[in-house]
C-alpha cells in the first residue's frame, strides 16, 4: 500500500475514536425529511463536502453501495428511502470506523421507529478493488473521498465503480475540484491530501476521467465554494479556490458522437414558428427552455441562429432535456 494511503487510513482511525468536526465541511444543509431523526455523533461525523442522497435516484427499491462510510449519516439517508434487509451497503478500509458506524446506526434505531440495523450491511473492503460483484449494484456513492487519491488510483477507483453497476445503475460523486493547478509541494503533502485539501483536480479533468471509464451520461448537479488555501498559510504565490461538485454519472452506452455531459445549460428557441427542429432528435418549442448537454449547445451554436438562445454553463442540473 502507498504511504499516503496509510496516512489516509491513520486519519481516519484517529477521526473514528474521536469525532473531528472540521474534517471536512459539507457545503449544503442535511437533509430534513419527516421520521427521519440523525444521532449527534452521527452529525459530527459528517466527513463530506456535499450530499449523494438523491430522492430521485432511489425509487424502485435499488440496491445502493455506499464506499467510505464515516459515521453512517448517509447510509442511514440512503436506507430511509429503501426500507428492506441488506438492500444499503457500506464498504471500508477502516475497521475502526465500520465500528462506529454500527454503534451509531444501532442509535438511529432506537431514535427512528421505521428504521432497522438489517437495513443496512457493513463490510471491509478497499475502494480501489471492491469486494462487490460484477453488475450487482444500482447505486453506488461516495463522498470527499475520491479526491484523496492520486490521478492514477483515481482512474482505478471509478474503474471499480463501473464494474459493479448495473446497466443503467448511477455514480453519485461529491468531491472538492479546483480549476488552478494544485502546487506540487502540496499534492505530496500527504496529510493535506487525506484531510480533502491538496488532491482536487479540475472538474474538466474529472468529467474527462469518469467518461473514459465508459459513463455515456452525466450530469453536473451542483457546485459551491468550499475552500481557500491561502498563500500565506501554504507559501503560494495567490489564493487558490477549491470548490465541491456533486456529478452523477449514467452507466449507459456511450453514443457514436460522444458522451452526454450536462452542466445545467439550456436553449431557447425564440423564433416566428412554433418550434424548431434540428432534425437530431432536438424539437425546441417556442419560448420554452429545453435542458441540452454540452454537445448539443456545441452543435445549435454552429448553426449560428439569431433565434435561439443559448445559456452558459449554470453547473446545476436536475434531469431531463435533450437526452
Not at 428492506?84 to 442509535?107: F, P, R, S, T, W
Not at 467518461?211 to 491561502?230: D, Q
Request: aromatic share 8%; with cysteine; charged share 20%.
Amino acid at each position: 500500500m502507498e504511504s499516503y494511503l496509510e496516512t489516509t487510513i491513520d486519519v481516519y482511525h484517529k477521526a473514528a475514536l474521536s469525532p473531528n468536526e472540521g474534517l471536512c465541511c459539507t457545503t449544503n444543509p442535511v437533509w430534513q425529511l419527516p421520521g427521519l431523526t440523525i444521532p449527534g455523533k452521527m452529525l459530527k461525523m459528517n466527513y463530506g463536502c456535499g450530499s449523494t442522497v438523491h430522492p430521485a435516484d432511489l425509487s424502485g427499491d435499488p440496491v445502493v453501495l455506499y464506499v467510505g462510510i464515516g459515521g453512517g449519516m448517509e447510509l442511514l439517508q440512503f436506507a430511509y428511502f429503501s426500507r428492506h434487509a441488506g438492500k444499503v451497503i457500506g464498504l471500508d478500509v477502516v475497521d475502526q470506523m465500520i465500528d462506529v458506524c454500527n454503534a451509531n446506526l444501532k442509535e438511529a434505531e432506537k431514535l427512528n421507529p421505521w428504521f432497522r440495523r438489517d437495513f443496512i450491511r457493513l463490510i471491509h473492503g478497499n475502494a480501489l478493488s471492491l469486494s462487490v460483484e460484477d453488475s450487482s449494484i444500482d447505486i453506488a456513492a461516495q463522498n470527499c473521498l475520491f479526491n484523496i487519491f492520486t490521478r492514477k488510483d483515481l482512474v482505478k477507483a471509478i474503474g471499480e465503480m463501473y464494474r459493479v453497476l448495473r446497466p443503467g445503475g448511477r455514480l453519485i460523486l461529491s468531491d472538492p475540484v479546483c480549476d488552478s493547478d494544485i502546487p506540487q509541494h502540496l499534492a505530496d503533502d500527504e496529510d493535506l491530501r487525506a484531510i480533502c485539501l491538496s488532491g482536487a483536480i479540475s472538474l474538466n479533468e474529472y468529467l474527462h476521467l469518469i467518461t473514459s471509464a465508459g459513463f455515456g451520461t452525466v450530469e453536473v448537479r451542483a457546485k459551491y465554494p468550499y475552500r481557500i488555501l491561502s498563500k500565506e498559510k501554504y507559501t503560494l504565490e495567490a489564493d487558490i479556490f477549491i470548490e465541491s461538485v456533486e456529478i452523477c454519472a449514467i452507466k449507459d452506452l456511450i453514443p457514436a458522437d460522444g458522451p452526454c455531459i450536462f452542466t445545467g445549460r439550456s436553449a431557447i428557441y425564440f423564433g416566428s414558428e412554433e418550434c424548431f427542429d434540428d432534425h437530431n432528435g432536438h424539437i425546441l418549442l417556442n419560448n420554452h427552455p429545453l435542458s441540452i448537454c454540452n454537445k448539443t449547445a456545441e452543435k445549435l451554436a454552429s448553426l449560428n441562429r439569431s433565434d435561439i438562445f443559448i445559456s452558459d454553463s449554470t453547473w446545476h442540473y436536475n434531469g431531463g432535456g435533450c437526452c
